[in-house]
């Protein structure tokens, strides 16, 4: 349907990037980029009105996204020649539009598009050798200067390479290496850095992509105090087997897992040196905040699990302590303690207790001549305890034991 629209108003339109990569990958990819020759946005607006949905326009770079009714996103953006201020990068020789868009980005597999213009619907452009870097598995940079122009590229290589288990091309590993002695890293904006390595902690192997950068000496170019321990490794590695875990248990919540990983990275570093990292991955004020009490939180937990373990405590004394840990600390306190004993409690905490509701609420309370108060939440959590012990499971119970 794009191409189609694209051609009744005289402009070419591809779809390039990721999604194209991943379809010769044989990769699901559900994100939708296009690029056109001509004015995007309002290309944008035709799409939206043909297929129904509402455009988000970016004026200042040219760009839109649809929103498709079904949630879907397409990203449209403009390639236009006058856009591209390369003087370094660029051959003499004029590009047509679409090559200068596709020459500006990071890697050959991703500088890839599709032509979708109903006269060469399908057409795959590749410009820069992406199927044969494709086929040999290689990560490979457009020109020598890319990553001076941009260091997060770096972190993109890794990302990439680690993803689809690709190994960096050996001019583009000299490239690097050279970028790292020319201590590029230490100029870029945390915001830029926390962005990409958000990215690398939502990825399947994500300690393997920070095993690369130490190896890299990148994890120390971002900040001197970010080292790989063993044990911090280690612990790492539990984290990603967690994930998988709790994947495995199909719940709807997601967690945060840059705050999962970070917590391992900082584990064994004084307060002081972790807001320190913070303030060079500019966090903001509240999500360093966050992160500091997330560890305390969980060292308390580690702490009371092993009491309430060793006593043979109830139920509802472990539903009330993981009932304080949001879902970032509870992963992280199984990935210290990952043992059959604890997954099992944080399965059950997890899949049964957590879903598990009063029979009985204030409004009974209420009903009983009980004033509103501090006693409402009191005695509903005698309930609850009664409850997730096994001694009021039915309502009727659960009034007897308020009467009470
Ligand atoms: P993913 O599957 O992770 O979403 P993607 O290729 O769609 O992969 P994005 O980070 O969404 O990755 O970027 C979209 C496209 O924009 C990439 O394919 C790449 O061509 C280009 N791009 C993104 N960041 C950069 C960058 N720093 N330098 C050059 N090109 C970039």
């Known amino acids: ?78 390639a236009r020649l006058e856009y591209y201020e390369y003087p370094a990068a660029l051959p003499t020789v004029e590009l047509s539009s679409i090559k200068m868009d596709l020459y500006r ?19 795959l452009v590749d410009f820069f050798g ?4 494709i086929k040999n598995r290689v990560v490979r940079v457009l020109h020598s200067l890319s990553f001076v122009e941009d260091p997060t590229r770096i972190l993109r290589a890794i990302r990439f390479a680690k993803r689809y288990n690709f190994r960096i091309g050996g001019q583009t590993d000299r490239l690097i290496r050279n970028a790292m002695q020319l201590d590029m890293i230490p100029k870029l904006s945390g915001s830029r850095i926390f962005h990409e390595l958000n990215l690398i902690f939502e990825e399947e192997h994500a300690v393997d992509c ?18 790989l321990t063993p044990a911090q490794e280690n612990l790492l590695e539990e984290i990603e087997k967690v994930r998988d875990w709790y994947r495995l248990l199909y719940l709807d919540e997601k967690p945060r897992n840059w705050m999962i990983y970070l917590l391992a990275v900082f584990n064994g570093m004084p307060e002081e040196d972790i807001l320190s990292v913070c303030t060079r991955l500019n966090l903001t004020k509240r999500q360093s905040s966050d992160i500091l009490t997330l560890r305390t939180q969980t060292n308390e937990t580690v702490y009371r699990f092993k009491m309430w373990r060793h ?11 993981l009932e304080m840990l949001p879902l970032e600390g509870l992963l992280f306190f199984m ?18 207790l957590k879903g598990m509701e009063l029979d009985v609420s204030g409004r009974d309370l209420k009903g009983m001549g009980l004033e509103p108060g ?31």
């Open 130 to 133: 992406a199927q044969r870097d």
């Open 210 to 227: 920070l095993r690369q950068m130490r190896d890299y000496r990148l994890l120390e170019a971002i900040h001197p105090l970010l080292t």
């Open 374 to 404: 501090p006693l409402y939440g009191e005695i509903l959590r005698k309930l609850r305890a009664a409850m997730l012990d096994g001694q009021a499971t039915c309502r009727d119970d659960q009034l007897a034991l308020a009467r009470r």
């Open 1 to 78: 349907r794009a191409g189609e629209l694209a051609r009744d108003v005289g402009m070419e339109a591809y779809a390039v990037g990721g999604f194209i990569r991943d379809i010769l990958l044989n990769t699901p990819n559900s994100d939708l980029d296009l690029v056109v020759e001509g004015d995007g946005i309002a290309f944008a607006r035709t799409l939206a009105q043909s297929m129904g949905g509402r455009v988000r326009a970016h004026h200042k770079f040219r760009t839109a996204v649809v929103i498709l009714e079904n949630g879907q996103r397409i990203d449209v953006a403009t």
């Open 105 to 123: 980005r990071d890697f050959t597999i991703n500088a890839l598009a599709v032509q979708l213009n109903p006269a060469n619907f399908g057409k």
């Open 311 to 321: 006593r043979g405590g109830p139920v509802s004394e472990l539903f009330f302590m």
């Open 335 to 352: 990935s210290r303690y990952n043992q059959e004993e604890v997954r099992k409690s944080l399965s059950m905490y997890l899949t049964q």
